[in-house]
Nanobody, 125 residues
Framework: QVQLVESGGGLVQPGGSLRLSCAASGFTLDNYAISWFRQAPGKEREGVSCTSGTYGSTNYADSVRGRFTASITSAKTTLYLQMNKLIPEDTAVYYC??????????????????WGQGTQVTVSS
């Protein structure tokens, strides 16, 4: 069964750090673009990053660039998102999603084949 499962969310204070994981089962990510999205209540879904499973390179949203770092394991089974210097605006449900192919320039608007269930990140003092 093809599946993506997120984990690692939780409550953290502003300025803190958190690492999210997106684990793939039933397939490997080497031929996929795998992205992190987030959605806060009452707000539209926002693309956070897009990582090439082939090359490991990542595109970031302006809102997180310099604070978040995505990485993929050598086995191409897990994508991580290291989140540093967290701010309240980062509060959202975070989802990972996979699309066969490359991270295109419009990666946040691409059609994704698989989605995880989401993990809650809350940044609050």
């Amino acid at each position: 069964q093809v599946q993506l499962v997120e984990s690692g969310g939780g409550l953290v204070q502003p300025g803190g750090s958190l690492r999210l994981s997106c684990a793939a089962s039933g397939f490997t990510l080497d031929n996929y673009a795998i992205s992190w999205f987030r959605q806060a209540p009452g707000k539209e879904r926002e693309g956070v990053s897009c990582t090439s499973g082939t090359y490991g390179s990542t595109n970031y949203a302006d809102s997180v660039r310099g604070r978040f770092t995505a990485s993929i394991t050598s086995a191409k089974t897990t994508l991580y998102l290291q989140m540093n210097k967290l701010i309240p605006e980062d509060t959202a449900v975070y989802y990972c999603a996979a699309s066969r192919g490359r991270c295109l320039s419009n990666w946040a608007r691409m059609k994704y084949d698989y989605w995880g269930q989401g993990t809650q990140v809350t940044v609050s003092s």
